[in-house]
């Protein structure tokens, strides 16, 4: 049996002989749908109710079954009306009496009367004759009017519960309320549902609108994929195996936004930035073309853009106030980005390769160098589709790049050269998206080679271009170099590189990893664990926001013909393509920090070395700062998991922990559940392992390749999105290549993004990489339930002040000059993993969720 009942968590006692009194004080907050409801008829309707009956009806629970009959003991109903407001919040209160021998409160009852809904923060009860403290039940939940929610909401004491340890007289609450959560899969959801319930991803086309938005169903053994929410929306009629898209996206009403994000950040800024920004845009001097020389991109940030002096431009000054300033006068508006701090400090650090090759370390694609261990490079694609499998990248080659002090062979041995492969991924799509108008592809190999300092410098590029129209297949390799042609070549080289990481990092390090994967944890955790699980509210902070930001993802950035197809050179295939990204390369296994710096040779063990690991590049600024978080983590996790597991038969006895891991496997990850990589869920150390993974992703992972994507990308020729024009190399007879000759710098431009597609992932990017004024940042506060349990708010006090020491060393390294690859003149420090950060777009910050 768990311990934790003698860890001092305060519970409800209500045992004298006689009736006592008690008040009760609920706490609702202040909403705008509220305040506006009372102008209208539902708000007259409330007000009747206010003066003649009750607004909020509320029993409460005992724990325990009658010791006589064995049977539920009767519910204390009283109500609650409304007794002031201070701030945003209005409170709600009652006195009543509770009968002798009633035993310990284990659950709440609310049903609201009112004619709207509300969000009910808690319930405050004082004037217990045996204790003088007050006694909470956190709620912090949507109450919708009884017409529109059947079900009595249930809440549960702060007190948390195996299954096994529930009270008997909670069992039937609690098992109805995971009943209510599952649903019964059928029908078209409701705003007003808390229904959780998976899906396909087959919302994300819209044929019946255009043949070409037609996308294929992500999800199943044609294109494996993670699940989604299920909406059970209307099938189109083209297609009867997708949904109709729908500029309303259900998630269950406790996964959306809160007022103050929506208010204060705006919980459909991309649609906005779509429907206002973009035609605004088509109707000013930008084009469909490129920047027609380097110190036009400058405007952008400099003059800014002018823009009709209409409606529009109210709307764009309240959908992204700090990105794009509108300033009015009698006469025009002019839309201006702010200058980002990468090219604020420096502004040709792109151009320099240094710079290049330091980003893979340190900038927001550090997730995908891996150390070289075979030679020669090779493909593992089909040579009779693709043509020959060896790389062009020879040995020669590579000793002369590096200077002819040292020999291939010896660099392996020494743990010297890396590399980022887009080859094998993006190959097999060349052909497809050349077929598509204004982007092209390439398979890519970027070669690094460590230097005696510490830093990376970029050895050569491969580009390759499969079997074509019955030309053989076409590879080249760029290197840097000292003449005209050739840096001109290696520049452009690198910037189809760059594209090829921009949609990489996008589609899957960023949009696969954090977002898709960890929507299936969040279905599973309010399925399967109940609300008084422990596990379930040590999770709950960390799925925070998840699910909205995915469905309006899935309205406005990765469906059919949005921002990703717009700006990206994957185009159409995007999310196909990141479907086999996560058919190839997924594995739950490997998505720790620690695995998966070692799964890309970048750390072997050491049980001698900080954090167990040893480092193959030692100033790897995301591997060191993120072995601080996970360490942070999974301390915290291991203190909190042994408050309620001391042994491996707790675990294996927890049916709703096991039924948990099993549907995250089966359902939510159903498409690889037959692989034989997944963690077993036996031991309290599988169960650490596991928690500290999906926090990890949802917190430090995301983190550290979202928030600098302004910083990094709003500059678009350091991270082009897209690549436009192929290489000139390619066919030496084309008008391309004289057109290359005679202006190579007019040529690179018309290879980067054009005007439009340049400025909307330039707001749309800093709207990913803002912090919302309400965001909860990692470790910074504890969680209502365990306030008043001494040992989890002893462990949590822990992890609090190990992520103030992170923080300081993270300062600490960042003025190291020896750290070469974090420090420099007019480098951008390194923050993406520091803890905390006030609101807006600062390239820190470390939230407890994927909460944008």
Avoid at 210 to 217: F, G, N, Q, S
Avoid at 404 to 417: D, I, P, Q, R, S
Wanted: charged share 25%; aromatic share 10%.
């Amino acid at each position: 049996m768990s311990n934790h009942s003698t860890l001092g968590v305060k519970a409800l006692p209500i045992t004298d002989e006689k009736p006592t009194t008690v008040k009760a004080v609920v706490t609702v907050l202040q909403t705008v749908k509220g305040a506006v409801t009372h102008l209208g008829i539902s708000g007259v309707l409330d007000f009747i109710t206010q003066l003649f009956g009750e607004t909020l009806l509320i029993e409460l629970v005992a724990a325990e079954l009658d010791s006589e009959t064995e049977t539920e003991k009767p519910t204390v109903k009283f109500s609650a009306r409304r007794s002031g407001s201070e701030d945003n919040e209005i409170y709600y209160e009652a006195s009543f009496k509770i009968p002798k021998n009633f035993g310990e409160i284990g659950a709440v009852l609310i049903e609201n009367k009112h004619h709207h809904e509300m969000f009910v923060k808690n319930i405050v009860f004082t004037g217990f004759s045996s204790t003088s403290d007050s006694l909470e039940v956190t709620c912090n939940s949507w109450v919708h009017h009884t017409s529109d929610d059947l079900h009595k909401r249930v809440f549960f004491s702060n007190k948390s519960y195996l299954p096994r340890e529930t009270p008997n007289g909670l069992e039937r609450y609690r098992e109805k309320e995971l009943e209510i959560l599952r649903g019964d899969g059928q029908g078209e959801r409701k705003t007003a549902d808390r229904i959780y319930d998976y899906d396909v991803y087959n919302d994300i086309g819209d044929p019946d609108s255009d043949d070409d938005l037609a996308r294929p169903v992500l999800g199943g053994s044609v294109h494996p994929y993670p699940r989604r929410i299920r909406t059970g929306r209307p099938r189109t009629k083209k297609d009867p195996l997708s949904e109709k898209p729908s500029s309303i996206m259900y998630v269950p009403r406790d996964e959306a936004f809160s007022e103050i994000k929506n208010l204060q950040f705006s919980a459909n800024t991309v649609f906005s930035v779509i429907h206002a920004l973009i035609p605004s845009l088509k109707s000013t001097v930008l084009s469909s073309n490129e920047f027609p020389h380097f110190t036009a991109i400058d405007t952008l940030f400099n003059e800014g853009i002018e823009l009709p002096n209409d409606a529009t431009v109210g709307a764009l000054r309240s959908i992204i106030p700090r990105i794009v300033k509108a300033i009015s006068d009698s006469e025009k508006s002019v839309l201006r980005f702010e200058t980002p701090e990468f090219i604020d400090r420096d502004k040709f650090a792109w151009f320099r390769d240094a710079e290049f090759a330091r980003q893979t370390l340190a900038g927001i694609n550090p997730c995908v160098i891996k150390l070289v261990t075979e030679w020669p490079l090779k493909s593992n694609l089909d040579p009779e589709v693709y043509g020959p499998a060896e790389s062009a990248i020879t040995t020669e080659l590579v000793e002369k790049e590096i200077g002819g002090c040292t020999t291939v062979e010896k660099a392996l041995e020494e743990k010297k050269l890396f590399i980022i492969d887009y080859h094998d991924v993006f190959l097999p799509y060349v052909n497809k998206v050349r077929e598509l108008e204004g982007t092209t592809l390439y398979g890519s190999r970027t070669l690094f080679y460590l230097t005696s300092d510490g830093t990376l410098r970029p050895v050569a590029i491969e580009l390759t271009r499969p079997p074509i129209d019955g030309k053989p297949q076409w590879k080249q390799v760029f290197k840097p170099t000292w003449d005209a042609t050739g840096v001109w070549l290696w520049r452009l080289a690198k910037s189809h590189v760059l594209a090829h990481d921009s949609g990489f990092h996008e589609l899957v390090t960023h949009w696969l990893r954090s977002h898709a994967c960890t929507e299936p944890y969040i279905i599973a955790t309010n399925r399967q664990l109940s609300a008084m699980h422990p596990i379930y509210r040590l999770l709950h902070p960390h799925l925070r926001y998840t699910m909205e930001i995915n469905a309006l993802a899935r309205g406005g950035l990765i469906n059919a013909g949005g921002i990703i197809e717009r700006a990206f050179s994957p185009g159409k295939y995007s999310m196909e393509l990141s479907s086999v990204a996560y058919d190839k390369l997924w594995q739950f296994n490997l998505e720790g920090l620690p695995a998966d710096l070692i799964s890309r040779g970048m750390a072997v063990e050491d049980p001698t070395a900080p954090h167990g690991l040893k480092l193959t590049i030692e100033d790897y600024p995301y591997a060191n700062d993120g072995l601080l978080m996970w360490d942070a983590i999974k301390k915290w996790i291991a203190d909190y998991v042994a408050c309620y597991y001391q042994e491996p038969s707790l675990v294996q006895s927890d049916d709703e922990l096991q039924a948990w891991w099993t549907e995250i496997r089966t359902v939510g990850h159903g498409d690889k559940k037959d692989a034989t990589w997944w963690p077993e869920l036996k031991t309290p150390e599988d169960l650490v392992g596991i928690l500290t993974t999906i926090i990890w992703v949802a917190s430090g992972h995301h983190a550290a390749v979202n928030f600098g994507q302004f910083d990094f990308g709003a500059y678009f020729p350091n991270r082009p999105t897209i690549a436009r024009t192929q290489m000139p190399t390619e066919d030496p007879n084309d008008e391309a290549t004289k057109q290359f000759m005679e202006r190579p710098e007019e040529f690179l431009l018309k290879s980067f993004p054009s005007q439009i597609q340049a400025t909307i992932i330039m707001a749309i990017i800093d709207v990913l990489s803002t912090h919302s004024p309400d965001e909860e940042y990692i470790g910074e506060k504890i969680q209502p339930y365990w306030a008043d349990d001494k040992v989890i708010t002893a462990a949590f006090e822990r992890f609090n002040g190990r992520m103030k020491v992170i923080e300081g060393i993270i300062d600490a390294r960042n003025a190291d000059t020896n750290l070469r690859n974090r420090v420099g003149a007019g480098v951008v420090p390194y923050q993406l993993l520091k803890p905390f950060s006030e609101a807006g777009v600062t390239g820190k910050g470390v939230p407890n969720s994927v909460s944008i």
